[in-house]
């Protein structure tokens, strides 16, 4: 079945493993993101806290078929119509949550296969097909990660840590971005600071690292990355993105449509702020050609870096680029043109691009298990850091 996320687990924090603060647990995260092309699995060895180490090769990813990716955004055009957590149990998201639970299972075991040393836990984020905070008022906030945990525990025979936004929510955070502790941990011992960590997935987020203090993070969903794009692409060709950012590459900007989609509420918050595929509303491009519409489409995620860089407290000494975006050269060569700081893809660190996120929850999971908290006020704007995650061992 899949979880909606209301209720805070307060108990949720507490550690049983028996490992000390030297030794590192093997964790296993997974990541199936708002673009819907499929779920990646990573492993990482880490205490939870400064030590990460990223195995070379020990990552997966399987692709969902066109029929199951229709499923899944059935399931998120379902759930923008919901108004009560017991909504989830709706046909349409029991059969999302099933296409990707199996798909989740199927991707950890044979990662799970390769392995040489035991894993001692998962974190399973899910497939998010709502993500509704309400600061003002979290009694009515929820958010909805699709994905039968048991099942997963039970067929992998691993320890299993999920559900980590609602704890944050329910407390009056965002619920998101959730990665920045694992982007600070990776950029204090392999970057000179202050440094960003740039996620172009479907939704685009920055961490801003300007020391290793969790509490002076910058981190907020700044825009659009891939989703816009990329559901303009499928509809058009059938194709899943851009590949290199071609189409845009040969396009020519609307601009008068840029200039009206940043007047919308959202980029006059201040953050910490979060969005989902549906947190803002795609410009009208139906009156251009292909190739117009993705450059207008691209320069939206372009200027929503530009803005969100230069609106920080002083200049990173570089922009490591993560997520799906990382692919499109153009996207790439526009941000370099107008940032002053280097934008490198973060494999330059010795790190996945492709495999980040999944990473991330890895990270998150032994954080979990160590009782450490997983979000914070500087990350998500929850009043305190809080401990996050449900945990269901394994037999």
Sequence with gaps: MPWCGVVCNANSGSCDVGHTMTQLIQAVGTMSGTSMDGVDVALIETDGQTQVRAVPGASHTISYSNAERDVLFKAVDTALHIDAPEAVSHPDLIAAADISTVRHIQALQILLGRLEKPVDVIGYHGQTVLHRPNPLD???AFTVQLGDAERLTRETGVTTVYDFRSADVTAGGQGAPLAPLYHQALLTSTAELPAIILNLGGIAN??????????????????????FMDDLVRTETGKAYDEEGALAASGAVDTLLVEQFFSAPYFQEAGPKSLDRYGLEAPDVSALGLADAMATLAELTIESVVRAIGGLPQPPKAVFVAG???KNTYLMAQMQARLASPVLPLNDLGFSAAMLEAEAFAYLAARHLKGLPITFPSTTGVHAPMLGGKRIRSA
């Design 138 to 140: 979290p009694a009515l």
């Design 206 to 227: 920055i961490t801003f690292v300007p020391d290793a203090d969790p509490e002076n993070l910058i981190a907020a969903d700044i825009g659009p990355a891939n989703v």
């Design 324 to 326: 799906g975006g990382v």
